[in-house]
C-alpha cells in the first residue's frame, strides 16, 4: 500500500507541475466550465466543488457527449474507482465504487434526480432501470461523491452518491431534439428531448428506447448447466422536470425487459428468458422551495418511489415508498450555514414473494458549515429511527482548507447507514428467510484530499480508510419446512476494512483538446483475515482525450481493469466451471460531426480490443463467474435533429 501511494504522490506531482509551463494554446472549454461548476449534492446548497464537504466527481455534459456511452451506466463507468457490473442474475445493476459491494443489489449506492432520491424500496439497489434507459439527452452534469452521504441522504448513501442534475432551459426557449440509431446487435435506439421555458414555467422531458438482440453470451450456470444465447434487451425511459415559480415537479419512468436466467437457481431457464427479471422504477418528487428574507430558505418535498420486480413464472414483487421531508436552509450570519430537515417515511410492500406488510421511518438531520479565512469547519449529523430497530445515529466532521488560491486540502470523517429491505426482511420463498430484526448496515470512512487546480488543470489525490460493520449476510440454517431440509436466512456479522488512493486529473493541453486521467488502488481484508476479500478489482487505471472544435468533436477512452480475486479465495469448493476473470482494457472512441445547422451525425465504438470480459461471481460465489460484462466489440451510430 505505502510503495503505491508513492506512486500516486509522484503521478500528482508530476501533473501539477506540467500546469506550470507557459501554455498560450489551451482550450477554452470544457475545462474552464467545469472549474465555475457549483455543486449541491453535499451541502444541499450550491457552492464550489472544492469547497464542498466530499470526495466528489463531475461529469460534464460535454463529457457525457464526447465520449462513448449508450446508457448511464457506461458513463458512470469511466469514474475513478467506480465499475459498472452485471451482478450474479441482474444485468445492468450495479455501479460500485471503491470495491464496498457485496451483494447484487446496488444499496451501497445512492442515486437523486435533481436532488432528491430515486430508490428502489425492494432492495435498496435494483437499479437497472435507470442505469440502462435514463435519457442521457437531457443531463446537464452529475455530481458524484465517492463515499458516504447519510448525514442527509439516510440508508444508501454508503459508499456513492450520485446526483444527476438535468439542464435549466433558457428563458424564452423552444427546442426539440430527435436522435435515432443502431448498430451491432441489430441495436435501435430513439431519444427525444424537449425544452421550454416561458415566463416563471420551464420543463424539460427525455425519452430514450433501445430495443436490440443482445451479445452472444455461453457459460455455465449453478446446477452444472451450460447454456448459450442471445441477452437481448428492452428499455425504455421517460423523465420531466418542471420548474414554475418555487414549485418543482421530478419524474421517472424507466423499464428494463431484457434475457435473464433464473433468479431462484442461478441458472438456465426452462420457460420464457424473457418471464424471469422484468423491472419497472416509478419516481415522483413534488417540491416547494422558499425563501423567507435574506437569511432563511424552506423547503419541503413529498417523495414516491415504487419498484416493480416481475419474475419467473409471473411471480411479482411490488414496493412503493412515500417520503415526507421539510427543511430549512439558515444563514445566521455571513460565515455560517445550516441546513436542517425532518424525514418521515412509510414502505409498502406485497406480492408472491413477500409477507405483505409496511415500515415507518423518521429522522431528522443537521448540517453547519464556519468559515473562517481559509478555513472551514464542517459538522453534521443525522438521527434515523427505523420501526421496532434500535435508532441509529450517523456523524459527519470535516475540515476545507485552501491553503493557496490554487491548492487546498479535505479532511472528512462520516458514519453512513443502509437499512434492511423486504427483499431481506419479508422475503417469502422455500429456500429463502426474511429476518424483521436485521440491523441497518454501518460503515465509517475516513479521508483526506489534497486538490489542485488552475485555470486549465485540476487535480487531486484522496486517500481513505474505511470500515464496514453489521454487514448483511446470508447463510444455510437447517429448515425442515423447507423442501431440500435447509433455507437461506438474513443476518447481520462481521467487518470489512477498505484502504485506498485515488488520483484525478484533467488537463487542457491545447486549443480544443483535453485530457482527462484517473488511477485508484485499493486493498481491503474481512474479520476473517482475508486479504482482497470483496473479490473487485485493487487496481483501475483511466483515461481519455476529448477534442471538440468548431462543428467537430472526437474522444477517445480507455479503463484498465485489473485482475480481481478468485471466487476460490472465499470458497474453495467453488465450481470453476468458466473462463476466469482476468485484467482487461475497455476501450472506446467517439466521433460526431455537425454536418448541416441543426444535424449531428455520430459514430461509436466500444469494446473495441474485441474482448470477452469475465467477472467474479461475487455474491453467491457458488461458480467462478457467471454472465459476462462484454463479449466482443460493438459498433452503432447515430443521426441527431434540432428543431
Known amino acids: 500500500m505505502v510503495r503505491f501511494l508513492k506512486y500516486a504522490v509522484i503521478f500528482l ?10 501554455v498560450k494554446t ?19 446548497k450550491s457552492e464550489n466543488v472544492y469547497d464542498a464537504p466530499g470526495i466528489i466527481t463531475v461529469i460534464t455534459k460535454e463529457q457525457i457527449e464526447g465520449f462513448a456511452g449508450l446508457n448511464l451506466g457506461q458513463v458512470l463507468n469511466r469514474v475513478v474507482g467506480a465499475s459498472f457490473l452485471s451482478a450474479n442474475v441482474f444485468s445492468d445493476n450495479l455501479v460500485q465504487f471503491r470495491g464496498q459491494s457485496l451483494t447484487p443489489y446496488n444499496n451501497h449506492t445512492l442515486i437523486l ?7 428502489d424500496p425492494i432492495s435498496g439497489g435494483l437499479n437497472s432501470p435507470v442505469f440502462a434507459s435514463f435519457p442521457l439527452d437531457i443531463i446537464d452534469h452529475i455530481e458524484i461523491i465517492r463515499g458516504p452521504g447519510s448525514v442527509l441522504y439516510g440508508s444508501c448513501a454508503y459508499s456513492g452518491v450520485i446526483n444527476i442534475i438535468t439542464e435549466k432551459p433558457e ?11 443502431g448498430g451491432s446487435y441489430n441495436t435501435l435506439f430513439q431519444n427525444i428531448k424537449l425544452v421550454l421555458n416561458k415566463n416563471k414555467f420551464s420543463l424539460i422531458s427525455g425519452i430514450s428506447h433501445l430495443d436490440d438482440n443482445g451479445p452472444f453470451y455461453s457459460f455455465t450456470g449453478y446446477e452444472g448447466v451450460k447454456g448459450s444465447a442471445n441477452f437481448d434487451r428492452k428499455t425504455f425511459g421517460f423523465t420531466t422536470s418542471i420548474n414554475w415559480g418555487d414549485f418543482h415537479l421530478n419524474s421517472y419512468y424507466g423499464r428494463f425487459y431484457p434475457y435473464a436466467l433464473s433468479g431462484g437457481r442461478n441458472t438456465w431457464s426452462d420457460d420464457d428468458p424473457h418471464s424471469n427479471i422484468n423491472q419497472i422504477t416509478y419516481f415522483v418528487d413534488l417540491g416547494y422551495s422558499r425563501k423567507v428574507g435574506e437569511k432563511l430558505t424552506v423547503n419541503a418535498n413529498l417523495t ?6 416481475d419474475l419467473e413464472d409471473g411471480n411479482e414483487m411490488n414496493a412503493e415508498d412515500f417520503l415526507f421531508e421539510m427543511s430549512a436552509n439558515i444563514t445566521p450570519f455571513k460565515k455560517l450555514n445550516i441546513i436542517s430537515g425532518v424525514v418521515l417515511e412509510k414502505d409498502n410492500y406485497w406480492g408472491d414473494f413477500f409477507y405483505a406488510g409496511n415500515t415507518f421511518l423518521s429522522s431528522v438531520y443537521i448540517q453547519t458549515d464556519y468559515r473562517f479565512g481559509r478555513i472551514k469547519l464542517i459538522s453534521g449529523l443525522q438521527y434515523n429511527k427505523i420501526e421496532n430497530i434500535k435508532g441509529n445515529i450517523s456523524p459527519r466532521f470535516g475540515l476545507v482548507s485552501g491553503i493557496t488560491d490554487k491548492i487546498g486540502i479535505k479532511l472528512l470523517y462520516s458514519k453512513a447507514f443502509r437499512k434492511a429491505y423486504p427483499l431481506e426482511t419479508s422475503f417469502k420463498h422455500p429456500l429463502f ?4 430484526n436485521i440491523k441497518p448496515e454501518l460503515i465509517r470512512t475516513a479521508e483526506v484530499q489534497i486538490f489542485y487546480h488552475s485555470e486549465h488543470i485540476q487535480s487531486s489525490i484522496t486517500c481513505y480508510r474505511s470500515r464496514m460493520s453489521d454487514i448483511i449476510y446470508r447463510k444455510w440454517i437447517d429448515d425442515p419446512a423447507s423442501p431440500i431440509g435447509e433455507s437461506i436466512k438474513y443476518y447481520n456479522a462481521g467487518t470489512h476494512d477498505f484502504a485506498g488512493v485515488e488520483i484525478e486529473t484533467q488537463y487542457c493541453l491545447m486549443d480544443g483538446l483535453c485530457i482527462i486521467g484517473s488511477f485508484y488502488f485499493q486493498k481491503n481484508r474481512n474479520d476473517k483475515g482475508i486479504e482482497n476479500a470483496s473479490l473487485h478489482p485493487n487496481l483501475m487505471i483511466k483515461g481519455g482525450l476529448l477534442y471538440h472544435k468548431n462543428r467537430f468533436s472526437a474522444g477517445i477512452f480507455n479503463g484498465y481493469f485489473g485482475r480481481p480475486s478468485e471466487v476460490e479465495l472465499l470458497n474453495p469448493d467453488v465450481d470453476k466451471c468458466n473462463p476466469e476473470a482476468e485484467a482487461y482494457n475497455l476501450l472506446s472512441v467517439k466521433i460526431s460531426a455537425e454536418i448541416f445547422k441543426g444535424i449531428r451525425l455520430s459514430l461509436t465504438g466500444d469494446n473495441l480490443f474485441n474482448l470477452d470480459i469475465r467477472y467474479p461471481e461475487y455474491t453467491s460465489r457458488g461458480v467462478n463467474t457467471l454472465i459476462p460484462l462484454y463479449a466482443g466489440r460493438v459498433i452503432w451510430g447515430s443521426a441527431s435533429i434540432n428543431f
Open 304 to 309: 414516491y418511489n415504487k419498484h416493480f420486480l
Open 171 to 181: 428563458e424564452d426557449l423552444k427546442k426539440i431534439k430527435f436522435t435515432i440509431g
Open 433 to 436: 428467510n426474511g429476518n424483521m
Open 26 to 44: 489551451l482550450m477554452q472549454i470544457p475545462l474552464e466550465e467545469l472549474m465555475k461548476i457549483e455543486v449541491t449534492v453535499a451541502s444541499k
Open 113 to 119: 434526480l435533481n436532488g432528491r432520491p430515486v430508490r
Open 13 to 22: 506531482i508530476c501533473f501539477i507541475s506540467v500546469s506550470a509551463q507557459d
